[in-house]
């Protein structure tokens, strides 16, 4: 059997379908894996740069959320109490019509990816493409995991997920394809004595939030993960809260030391999930659609950009000949986009675009034509 190799589209590793579990991993091929995987948005978009690398819907957060924010700076000579993670948890369960006691408040839905290995799963099986920091948190601890690839469309096959996999991790809408699975195929992942993990850090970027499972309570073995960072600008305050039965939190919680968030990411959770906010982040949603569909058809109609649609979320998945040289071309041209090969499953010559307003969006679109013009391919 031939090992796993380092190829132009990067590191392979084994999917459900290629290469037995046992196969052993060289500590070149390790490392040049695991650099890939920590590669994020915030890598590509350098200052100065106009960002499309993020996708962060706004430079700052809102007015009213800056300002209880800033009153909540009264409260950090205390720790953190037991009364604001209730407040924060009370916010969220009435948000997704769940009990409190199904709501885990996260420093934002990364540590929710660290915390995976606290439930000892006997082999991980990740859905891709899609976010990458589950495999960094599992690999690290040394669990079994497996890749289970989906269509050519990007689309889930769930009859490529290894029935022994008693955690199951995906995303939905998916970063970075933009694709959304339809709830009913995700639910039906679950099993008696697995875990099933659905990343919804998108979610709130959908009118109607279309799809979720955020408000399934007796899916056995689920856990939903949300993030603020995106709708509510918060990357630097880290954010976010899991959903599901409370000795599975419990589970995923116990490695956690004392006072695991601060009180200025308990008042956000409990802020952006007042009904007030929720109505805001449907119109931002709503909005973000109208964005979509604008730069989905400017950038289709530049020659040799392909646009994967349909799209969900609030970036876009492209394919252009020659990327590697595209890419340097934008960013010496003041632009940064995400570099999407460090995705398994994805290429040098895919990229993510962030969406922003038509006004906006159209310098992307004039300097993506312009760069494919001068650059050979």
């Known amino acids: 059997m031939q090992a796993p190799s380092v190829s132009r589209h990067g590191p392979t590793v084994p999917t459900a379908r290629e290469i037995p579990r046992e196969a052993a991993y060289t500590p070149r091929l390790m490392s040049a894996v695991d650099d890939l995987l920590r590669h994020h948005g915030d890598v ?38 037991a009364a604001e993670d209730a407040a924060a948890r009370e916010a969220v369960a009435a948000r997704h019509h769940r009990d409190p006691s199904h709501v885990l408040v996260l420093a934002g839905t990364a540590e929710g990816f660290a915390l995976l290995p606290a439930l000892t799963p006997r ?8 976010f990458t920091q589950p495999e960094v948190a599992l690999r690290t601890a040394g669990v079994p995991l497996v890749r289970v690839p989906t269509d050519d469309r990007h689309r889930l096959r769930p009859e490529r997920v290894p029935e022994e996999a008693d955690l199951v991790v995906l995303g939905n809408p998916t970063n970075p394809t933009s694709v959304r699975h339809p709830a009913g195929t995700v639910r039906a992942l679950a099993r008696p004595g697995r875990v099933l993990v659905v990343d919804e850090a998108f979610a709130d970027a959908e009118p109607g939030e279309v799809e ?37 939190l419990a589970r995923l919680a116990a490695p956690r030391p004392p006072w695991p968030v601060s009180s200025l990411v308990l008042e956000a959770v409990r802020a952006c999930s007042a009904p007030a906010a929720v109505a805001e982040a449907t119109a931002a949603a709503e909005a973000t659609v109208e964005h979509r569909r604008w730069m989905a ?4 109609a530049v020659p040799g950009v392909h646009v994967h649609l349909p799209a969900a979320a609030p970036y876009l998945l492209l394919r252009v000949p020659g990327g590697e040289r595209v890419r ?16 398994p499953g994805l290429t040098p010559d895919h990229l993510r675009v962030a969406v922003r307003p038509p006004e906006v969006a159209a310098v992307l679109v004039d300097a993506l034509r312009t760069a494919l013009a001068e650059v050979p391919v």
């Open 44 to 81: 590509d978009a350098a200052p100065g740069l106009l960002d499309f690398a993020v996708n962060v819907r706004a430079a700052a957060s809102p007015p009213w959320l800056r300002k209880c924010l800033v009153a909540a700076l009264d409260r950090l000579g205390h720790y953190p109490s």
């Open 123 to 130: 082999l991980a099986a990740l859905v891709y493409p899609s």
């Open 212 to 248: 979720s499972l955020a408000g399934d309570a007796d899916v056995p073995g689920l856990v939903v993960l949300r993030s603020l960072t995106k709708t509510w600008a918060l990357p630097g305050l880290r954010a976010g809260y899991a959903l599901g039965e409370p000795s599975l």
């Open 297 to 300: 058809a400017e950038l289709g």
């Open 328 to 343: 340097t071309a934008l960013r010496r041209g003041g632009i940064a986009v995400r570099r999407a090969d460090t995705f």
